[in-house]
């Protein structure tokens, strides 16, 4: 959709009282709580929707060309902020909800920081990452132009109990979706690409490339993947990595879909990062991806494919991904006191397993040392039996690699058992729960020119980067 095809902005809505109220509201809470350094991307939307529940459908229906969502349990905030880039850098007046608060309240938030006190929104289309278990009620309080589904894998089973329920949810969220909404599904996950768009306009992308290309799965190698029509098991003559390749049932003929959208080839590890060749429903267009890993492939190729679908020039598409940079707390580089740190959030088996295996295959000078910090509290989901899921075993094939080892967190001394479990030993551990100590002592034991890694799962990232920026103003990092 190019602007000159947009809809006129919704200018007979009227505000109203309460909406007034609650933007006033939301507003200054927003202030309040930056000034105190505690986000404002929560309160400030369950406050204002306490006053105004319509809020969210009230400000995004101002949007002349409505909103993207971007759902599914791993690469949100990535793909969110990727195709929000590229609406930027093709001149659109873009809202993104870049601090990654996807529930309804952090919506509102976002909205509610880039309306004016005036109650008007002056932008043109708002890109914004949805949780899975939010995006029913968000499908019908947003009535996206699109829809964007970047995979399924097990994560917070407290929450989700598992893939088939998320991806229930997911389908429910599509369901609700307008009739006339675009849906883009990820081919290669067998869970994704059954979702049923009905009668809405549904596209495919995928990675097209040679066994050859990326160190995925052998078929020998893969895990056990039932099909979601008939449970049967599928069978793969290509994985990528956890259920993500090339797949068919022989019992009830459900297979991967042809993808429109395709990465057909790749060129890794050069200076500026991976050279890309896609193809746009048949366009070739060439681009260098400086984030790493294989999951990040598949980010950039569904925002290239949802921005042009929506009429973007691939000049901007090249331009967005050339300087694309890791969203917060993935794959985030920082330098304290000539130590390089690498923020890498995990938070289930299948990320957490590219993860370790993307940072293990960067080469290495010196030792590297590790802060694993993992929390259970309700946002991150308090069942962590995901740890024992997790290849923690590629730790210890490369334990010559690795220095300290520092464990912190809510459930710190499960994952000492777990690492442990995996061929560490725990004379290579420091177990310190409270992660503000936990990091310091991480700091101290990484030497000036060496490099710590910091795997936190969500709430503990959060709270390593607020202590991280606490540390970093201090003289003595500098």
Known sequence: MSKANQPPPAGALR???????????????????????????????????????????YLAGQLPAGTIVITGTNGKTTTAALLAAVFKQDGWRCVHNEAGSNLDWGIASTLIEASTWKAELPAEIAVLEIDEGAFPAMSVSLQPRAAVVTNIFRDQLDRFGGVEQVQSAIQRGVQALPPEALVFLNADDPLVAAIDGG??????????????????????????????????????THIYFAHLGRYRCPSCGFHRPEPIFKLRQLELSSEEGTAIK???????????????????????????????????SGAAVQEALGNAAPPSGRMERRRIASRELLIALIKNPAGANQVLQTLLQEKQERQIHLLIAINDHPADGTDISWLWETDFEQLAAARAQIGSITISGTRAPETARRLEEAGLSPDRMTVEPALPRALRQALLSTAPGEKLIVLPNYTAMRQLQRNLDRIMAEPSSQ
């Open 199 to 236: 009668s809405r306009e549904t596209f495919y992308y995928g990675l097209e490339l040679p066994p050859s290309a990326i160190s995925g799965l052998s078929p020998a190698e893969k895990p056990e993947v039932a099909c979601p029509r008939c449970r049967r098991e599928l069978l793969y």
């Open 15 to 57: 505000a109203g009282w309460l909406n007034r109220s609650a933007i006033v509201l939301g507003k200054m809470l927003i202030g309040a709580t930056r000034l105190l350094k505690q986000g404002g991307t929560t309160l400030p939307g369950r406050a204002a929707l306490k006053i105004s529940p319509q809020l969210t459908s």
């Open 278 to 312: 896609m193809s746009l429903r048949g366009s070739p267009l060439r681009a260098t991806l400086p984030l790493p890993g294989i999951y990040n492939l598949y980010n950039a190729l569904a925002a290239a494919a949802a921005a042009s679908a929506f009429g973007l």
